[in-house]
Each structure stands twice: as structure tokens, then as C-alpha cells.
């Protein structure tokens, strides 16, 4: 049997989410059903499965999180191939299939996108392994939810007759209430769930035969990729020129080699906070929260909370509270909190991008108060981790260490801050903070001046490869 490569797609954006899932750090990045985040619950749930270090498709700005994540929870180190632009998910498979090829294997690539739930992971282990001899002999499996209920928010699959992995029939769009109720009715109707088993080089030839712009702009993409260290980043002008397309798009929908696997695994891709609701463990009235929450003559709601919360009287309603913005919403209301994220872009708000606490690769910095000519920033810098040598044309920063050790450079000195120690960095100086220790380094940083943007920097030196 060929081998198994787990291929990771991490590039979505989990608008609906709002405000835990934001773009700059999306709901696969995150604990929403349990204490591991949802990439880290996807590898763990593939392990057991395979000896093959994964195949993770990101966003180059993820890529930090992506191999943080991976290596906290001791996963093999992934190779990492980063899109310069989101180009949908034939794109970034081919891609995915070209790296899996390059040592000159054709394996069958496991393809699950990272921010999906899967309850019953014994089902998931023998329908992976069910489905593995179809893959193998040229078919692209994918599988299919067996129903629970009339659902409208996901595509269905129409299988033909028979046991095991059978042909499609056809791929239908998300139906009206009318339609999925039929669909349930006469069976033989699968939710789409977006996860496949198909060897790498079918998958290819299956995508030159329908769109061979696509194949044409990967290749080249791949073909001029930087490598550094794990991370694959594909060439931004040729990837930038490839079609966007999915795969069920580009080569399920098209293909006489469409196999369907029915399955009971305890699936839920997780695109709402009705979703979220539905996967989490609830109380005798139906309420499921996360945090400090107390729920009073309230039912059927779900809270997230980073402070107290308290529900009184309320039903079927959605709280979700983080440092910078609280949700309300009615539970058969969720799917337009996209709605909230595009007004946000529309009015240039940070909020739809960002937390308050900002996270880089060499740990993160939190906005805890902010004012005219100030504002006042909590740091936290990973061992052995610095930032890039910079200096600020309109700013000047103090700098307070709470916990660990900061080695500073300013200008022409070099020296080691420890706690309850201080000091200042002036306007155009050039400065670098970093942590020599073995224990994480905290400090206030208070920036006075004219003009505190996150674009008033200037980099000379940086080991994460940022301009």
C-alpha cells in the first residue's frame, strides 16, 4: 500500500467566528472544542494513521503559528508551504501534491482542512483506512457526511448505490430547507465535508486534464519557491497568476473518478457559533459557555467569556467577549457576523484583522491602554527569541522589565535589564530587545510622540526574514 501523507490546509480566515477568529489569527489556531487548538487536534487525530511528517498549506503570515503550534505539541517537523495569496483549495493541493512528489513518491495524500471537529476518532481511523485501497487504485475519494438533519449550510453529495466508497453521482450547492429535506428523506445524500484520499499524481492529471492554467501557474510557483529552513514559499508573481478555484470546482464535480465514502465520525466543520454551540458540552437547559459564565433561568445559549458573564432570562442567544469587542447575537442569526467583519474592513477597523494582543514569531505584545501622544504595551519575548534591530522616526519607548531578562541594544551599547529595571529608547535610535534567558521575559513598554502606527519602523536586521 502507497504511504499516507497528511496534507494540513490552514488558509482560511474563520470570518464567522468574529470576534475570537480574526484574520490575523484564525479559528484553526485556536481552543474552541477542547485544550488543544484545532490544527493541533487535526495532527493529533491523523497521527496514529501514518509515520509521515504533514504537509501544512498556509498563509505566509500564519507560517510562525503554523510550526509553533506543531512543535508545542511534539508533531513531526511539517514542511510548511506558504501561498503569497489565498488561491482557494485546487491550487494549494496541487502545490501540496508537488512537495509530496518531490522526493520522488507518489503517495496518497489524506487532505483535511485544520479547523473541523471530529468526535469519534476511531470511525475516522477505519474510514480513512476503509477508503485507502480506492485511492490507491486511481479513485478521488472524498467523504460524506451521513445527515443528522435538513441542513442548508453545506454542499451534498448524491452517491450511487452500494457499500463502501461508490461513485458520485453528483455535487449540489447548498439547497433550500425544502430541498435537504428531501435529500434526507430519500437518502443516499452526504454532506460534504471537504476532506480527501487521493494519490498525488491522479490528482494532478485530473487537474491537467480540466484545468491545466492552474497546473501551469502551481508548477511554476513551486518550481521558483524560496526554501528557508521548513518553510516552502511559493513564488509570489507565478502564484498570484494562478486561477482561484476549489477542488470540488476544478476536478470532483468534473471527473468520472469521483468516489464517495459515507461516514459517522462525529463531523462538524465548526463555521458558526450555532456550530460551536452544538459541538460543546451543555448544561441541563442547553446552555454550553467557555470562561467565567453564570447562566440564570436562561436556555439553548452559548457565552465565551474572558470575564465574568451573567445570563439572565435569555434564550437561544450568543455572548462572546474578548479584550477589545463583545458579540450579541440571536443563535438563528450567527451567519451574518461575516457581515459585522465586512463593515469593519469597510470602515478601516483593526478589529477585523487583529486582537489586542498581537502575536509575532518571537512572542507577542498586548495594547493594554492607548491616548493622546501615548500608548502603553504589555511584551512577552520567547527564550532565546529577538526582535528586529529598528529604530522609530516619531516615537520613543520605556521600557520596564516585570519578569526574565532583556538584553537591549541602543545604538552602540549593549546591556541586560532585569526585574524592576528600566530604561529609554530615544527618537531615531536604533534599538533591539531580546531575551537571553531560559524563562519567558515580560515588560511595559510605554511610547510617547506624535504618531504611534505599527508602520513607523524602520528594520536593519531581522532573523525572521521581515522588511
Known sequence: MATLQPVLLSGGSGTRLWPLSREAYPKQFLPLAGDATMLQATWRRVAALTDAAPIVVAGEDHRFLV???????????????????????APA????????????EDPLLLVLPSDHV?????????????????????????????????????????????????PV??????PDAATAQAYLQAGGYYWNSGMFLL?????????????????ATVRAAFAAASRDGDFIRLDKAAFAACPSDSIDYAVMEKTDAAGVLPVEIG??????????WAVSEQDTDGNAHHGDVIAI??????????????????EDLVVVETDDAVLVARKDKVQQVKDVVARLKADARTQAVLHREVHRPWGSYDSVDVGERFQVKRIKVKPGARLSLQSHARRAEHWVVVRGIARVTRDNDVFD??????????????????????????????????????????????VYGRS
Request: hydrophobic share 45%.
Open 118 to 166: 471530529v468526535r469519534d476518532e476511531a470511525a475516522f481511523h477505519a474510514a480513512v483506512r476503509a477508503a485507502m485501497p480506492a485511492a490507491a487504485d486511481g479513485m478521488l475519494v472524498t467523504f460524506g457526511i451521513v445527515p443528522t438533519a435538513a441542513e442548508t449550510g453545506f454542499g451534498y453529495i448524491q452517491a450511487a448505490p452500494g457499500d463502501g466508497v461508490r
Open 417 to 462: 535589564l532585569y526585574p524592576n529595571q528600566s530604561t529609554y529608547i530615544p527618537i531615531g535610535a536604533k534599538h533591539r530587545l531580546e531575551n537571553p534567558g531560559h524563562e519567558p521575559l515580560e515588560l511595559i513598554e510605554v511610547q510617547s510622540g506624535d504618531y504611534l502606527g505599527e508602520d513607523d519602523i524602520v528594520r536593519y536586521e531581522d
Open 267 to 276: 463531523w462538524n466543520d465548526v463555521g458558526s457559533w450555532a456550530a460551536l
Open 199 to 215: 494519490r498525488a499524481s491522479r490528482y494532478l492529471d485530473e487537474l491537467q486534464r480540466f484545468r491545466p492554467d492552474i497546473v
Open 67 to 89: 510550526a509553533e503550534q506543531l512543535r508545542q505539541i511534539g508533531a513531526p517537523t511539517p514542511a510548511i508551504l506558504l501561498e503569497p495569496v489565498g488561491r482557494n483549495t
Open 169 to 174: 453521482v453528483r455535487f449540489v450547492e447548498k
Open 93 to 104: 493541493i496541487a502545490a501540496a501534491a508537488l512537495q509530496a512528489m518531490a522526493n520522488g
Open 297 to 314: 433561568d436562561s436556555r439553548n445559549s452559548y457565552a465565551y467569556a474572558r470575564r465574568l458573564v451573567a445570563l439572565v432570562g435569555v
